[in-house]
């Protein structure tokens, strides 16, 4: 077990792995039959048996401390870059049109 915990960190980015397991951990409790059911609950009662990792995945999942990945951060900023860059277009349109109108007059 060890040698396969040595290999996955050397190949995988363990943040990234935890991050798209919370996803789905997420997507998976959020589905409306697992609230109506009780399955979510029975399953992880179920696991709470035992000593299983995706315990804490699981409650790493459910504390809503969500990690982002490097290009969920690149694509917030640049999403906020486009729309400080629209209203920035828009204000000083709006402002030249103004200013333009006040020396015709």
Not at 24 to 51: F, M, T, V
Request: aromatic letters at 10%; one cysteine or more; proline letters at 1%.
């Amino acid at each position: 077990m060890m040698a396969v915990s040595r290999e996955f960190d050397q190949k995988y980015s363990q943040d990234e792995y935890e991050n798209k397991i919370g996803r789905i951990i997420r997507r998976i409790r959020n589905q409306p039959e697992n609230k109506r059911d009780g399955g979510w609950d029975a399953a992880i009662e179920r696991l709470r048996s035992e000593d299983h990792y995706l315990l804490v995945l699981i409650a790493g999942a459910s504390s809503g401390n969500v990690k982002l990945s490097r290009w969920e951060v690149v694509r917030l900023i640049v999403a906020a870059a486009v729309c400080v860059a629209v209203f920035c277009l828009s204000f000083f349109s709006s402002s030249h049109t103004w200013i333009t109108e006040q020396f015709q007059n």
